[in-house]
């Protein structure tokens, strides 16, 4: 394992470089409510998956966490439907918060991947992940647990200051929008490793690429 790669999880999202919609970034916390209350029926079917809290806890609702844990320790195994599942709603995940986030004012789409990007390899699991570490990795990512709430605090007021700079000037600050982008990479690495479990290299404390 290269430490010098660029790490496995790749996220970005496209600046608008354009005027946004201050109506609809001025009742933006009512706009998104029905594509909340999807992703809260997503959530609520996870708990069959084992998903459930211990992904949402981090942003992460629905995800296949304990039984890709099991297969992977018995069987060396990562069904591809379950890799693929969690992929595809980690990048819808991404597109709500981002909408909610102000940083793209497209409704956010259950299958397009709009102005967002997410994406990371499919494992071979008796090659790429070492059987036992998933067993640990919840307890491993605790300081990124530290990090991350420090920065969803920071996220939070940034995203209040964004609000009042998009209903005068239109335009998303840029040194805003790249803090948040920077958080939302952050927290799907944190993801990736510890809950989707699809690597083993451990995610790396800052907010670039």
Same mark, same amino acid.
């Given at each position: 394992?290269?430490?010098?790669?660029?790490? &496995?999880?790749?996220?970005?999202? =496209?600046? &608008? =470089?354009? $005027?946004?919609?201050?109506?609809?970034?001025? %009742?933006?916390?009512?706009?998104?409510?029905?594509?909340?209350?999807?992703?809260?029926?997503?959530?609520?079917?996870?708990? *069959? #998956?084992?998903?459930?809290?211990?992904?949402?806890?981090?942003? *992460?609702?629905?995800?296949?966490?304990?039984?890709?844990?099991?297969?992977?320790?018995?069987?060396?195994?990562? $069904? /591809?439907?379950? +890799?693929?599942?969690?992929?595809?709603?980690?990048?819808?995940?991404?597109?709500?918060?981002?909408?909610?986030?102000?940083?793209?004012?497209?409704? &956010?789409?259950?299958?397009?991947?709009?102005?967002?990007?997410?994406? +990371?390899?499919?494992? =071979?699991?008796?090659? =790429?992940?070492? /059987?036992?570490?998933?067993? !640990?990795?919840?307890?491993?990512?605790?300081?990124?647990?530290?990090?991350?709430? %420090?920065?969803?605090?920071?996220?939070?007021? !940034?995203?209040?200051?964004?609000?009042?700079?998009?209903? +005068?000037?239109?335009?998303? &600050?840029?040194?805003? +929008?790249? %803090?948040? !982008?920077?958080?939302?990479? #952050?927290?799907?690495?944190?993801?990736?490793?510890?809950? !989707?479990?699809?690597?083993?290299? #451990?995610?790396?404390?800052?907010?670039?690429?």
């Amino acid at each position: 394992m290269n430490p010098d790669a660029p790490y &496995p999880v790749q996220y970005s999202i =496209d600046y &608008p =470089d354009r $005027p946004l919609n201050r109506l609809s970034t001025f %009742f933006r916390l009512f706009m998104v409510i029905p594509i909340a209350i999807v992703i809260a029926l997503i959530e609520a079917g996870g708990y *069959a #998956y084992g998903g459930g809290r211990a992904a949402g806890a981090i942003g *992460a609702a629905g995800l296949i966490v304990a039984p890709t844990l099991l297969l992977i320790v018995f069987r060396q195994k990562y $069904p /591809r439907w379950w +890799f693929d599942w969690n992929l595809e709603l980690m990048r819808f995940s991404a597109r709500v918060g981002v909408y909610l986030a102000l940083m793209d004012d497209h409704y &956010p789409s259950t299958d397009e991947h709009q102005a967002v990007q997410l994406d +990371f390899p499919y494992p =071979d699991a008796a090659r =790429d992940l070492n /059987r036992w570490l998933p067993l !640990v990795k919840w307890l491993l990512a605790i300081p990124h647990y530290v990090v991350l709430f %420090f920065l969803y605090v920071a996220a939070f007021f !940034v995203v209040i200051a964004a609000w009042f700079a998009i209903l +005068f000037t239109g335009h998303y &600050p840029r040194g805003m +929008f790249d %803090f948040l !982008v920077g958080v939302g990479r #952050y927290t799907n690495r944190v993801i990736a490793y510890a809950h !989707v479990l699809v690597t083993d290299r #451990y995610p790396p404390f800052r907010l670039s690429p």
